[in-house]
């Protein structure tokens, strides 16, 4: 089953740079893991992003050494809202 971490995330201007750092240590752990990760920024508020992390089966990617260190890293950065979702199945 599928599993998709989705947060929002919102950053100073003045850590953008910082967030970015960041943000490539979060994807480079997790796609190591074999999971994949991508984000998308506010159309009209730069400082806010959406990021998404998903992952096939139990073990969640974030919850490694260099996972958990990237993402306490993103938060001390920029408030977060965070939630896990599982694949929905379709019924037959």
Do not use: C, N
Request: aromatic content about 10%; hydrophobic content about 40%; charged content about 25%.
């Amino acid at each position: 089953m599928r599993r998709l971490l989705v947060a929002h995330r919102t950053v100073m201007p003045q850590r953008a740079g910082d967030y970015e750092m960041a943000w490539r240590k979060l994807h480079a752990a997790v796609t190591a893991a074999g999971a994949h990760a991508w984000r998308f920024r506010h159309a009209s508020d730069a400082g806010r992003y959406m990021e998404f992390v998903e992952w096939k089966g139990e073990f969640d990617p974030t919850t490694s050494d260099e996972g958990r260190a990237a993402l306490h890293l993103l938060d001390q950065l920029g408030r977060s809202s965070t939630d896990v979702w599982i694949e929905s199945e379709a019924p037959t």
